[in-house]
């Protein structure tokens, strides 16, 4: 097979998940879709180097993991997370839920090891499982390397539907006490139109024209490399992932002014590097068998199970606690399963769905919105990686 044909190939079969994903409103994730795909061609006719043969060996991959989460440590908004203190809290607590629920009751049905892959997929995205994934395989367990694979890319069939109907009920009770005149719109004044200004404060003096985008490249691959030296210097004393020290960096080189806000966006890098990610994530799953997929099954649907409804049981204790709705708290806890862009599509979508009152999605919007996002942020974005960066180690 040539490069160019896997590459036409390879890209199609993304394409295709995100059509079937945008047709069904992300009922159906596209990674699953394409996962199955992927598996049906290994099965089938796929050299099983169709990803290196296409243009994507795992050197690539690497560098694309450092940009990306780098560029993760700049979304950080310290004045916005500070704003929802609640919503931070509930996310640790349905992430904690997590935790215990799989080491107090998942142990007693599956390995350690199981149990040590699941969870930090479970409570974040892509490179959580990457992370995962290439821990197994470096330990010689094959199987749980695609197993930290597929959980990423089924969690998702628990975490939509569930969402829907955790916002569908929230909505109803805001919408009537709107209704009632018992909840005003925030108007809160967003400031995102003044942070250009101060993004780049260290190179405030330099000629716009000289920030290219491979001045943006080039700045976003120092702090990654720094992430790395330090990390290499720490081996000795205490292992510490270089990934969680990239988002670490990022924030620190976000806020004061090295860095902008998603920096790899505006280099115009984010959708290839997102592109090279996803299908490096989809190479993982050449080894995989229709017995290891079966095999796999019973652990999956298990730590899936276990993991929503510690999730569940910790979210409405913080959300009494908080006096938070424990519907919204369930929500927002559901974030860890899935993140951004799918919090920002299942939040629309619902809202729409309830009223066709631009004054009363408004107000929808403004309750339900930002915790959505920051609730995203925090499991996906930030735990989940300082969590894929510890639990490596146990394997």
């Avoid at 590459?7 to 009922?27: C, E, M, N, P």
């Avoid at 149990?115 to 892509?126: D, E, F, H, N, S």
């Avoid at 090295?258 to 050449?286: H, P, S, T, W, Y």
């Amino acid at each position: 097979m040539s490069q160019m044909l896997a590459l036409v190939i390879v890209i199609a079969i993304l394409f295709i998940g995100d059509l079937v994903s945008t047709r069904t409103k992300a009922w159906i994730p596209s990674v699953f879709v394409s996962a199955v795909l992927f598996l049906i061609g290994y099965w089938t006719f796929f050299p099983k180097d169709i990803v290196p043969l296409a243009g994507v060996p795992p050197v690539v991959a690497t560098m694309m993991i450092y940009l990306l989460i780098t560029n993760m440590g700049t979304l950080l908004s310290l004045q916005q997370l500070k704003e929802q203190w609640k919503t931070i809290l509930i996310s640790l607590a349905g992430i904690l839920g997590i935790i215990v629920a799989l080491f107090g009751i998942g142990t007693l049905l599956f390995d350690i090891e199981t149990i040590i892959v699941a969870i930090p997929p479970l409570v974040g995205g892509i490179v959580s499982a990457l992370i995962m994934s290439e821990g197994a395989a470096d330990a010689g367990l094959t199987t749980l390397s695609v197993f930290a694979i597929v959980i990423y890319v089924m969690q998702g069939f628990a975490g939509y539907p569930l969402t829907s109907i955790a916002l569908k009920k929230e909505g109803k009770r805001l919408l009537e006490k709107y209704r009632n005149g018992e909840l005003v719109l925030t108007e809160q004044a967003s400031s995102t139109s003044d942070e250009p200004k101060e993004e780049l404060k260290m190179f405030r003096k330099m000629p716009k024209q000289y920030n290219t985008d491979y001045f943006k490249f080039f700045r976003l691959a120092f702090v990654g490399f720094l992430a790395y030296l330090v990390s290499t210097l720490l081996a000795p004393i205490v292992t510490v992932s270089p990934y969680v020290l990239c988002l670490l960096f990022g924030i620190i080189a976000g806020s004061f002014g090295f860095l902008e806000r998603n920096v790899l966006q505006k280099a115009n890098g984010f959708g290839i590097c997102v592109m090279v990610l996803m299908l490096f994530v989809f190479d993982g799953l050449k080894a995989a068998t229709p017995s290891m997929i079966v095999e796999i099954i019973y652990p999956l649907v298990g730590t899936i199970a276990i993991g929503v409804i510690g999730m569940y049981l910790f979210s409405l204790i913080i959300g009494k606690v908080l006096k938070v709705n424990k519907n919204m708290a369930f929500a927002v806890s559901l974030t860890a399963l899935y993140g951004f862009p799918a919090d920002f599509i299942i939040t629309n979508e619902v809202i729409n769905s309830l009223t066709q009152d631009e004054r009363e999605r408004q107000a929808l919007t403004d309750h339900m919105l930002a915790p959505m996002l920051v609730g995203g942020f925090i499991s996906v974005t930030i735990v989940s990686v300082i969590l894929a960066g510890i639990f490596v180690g146990f394997l």
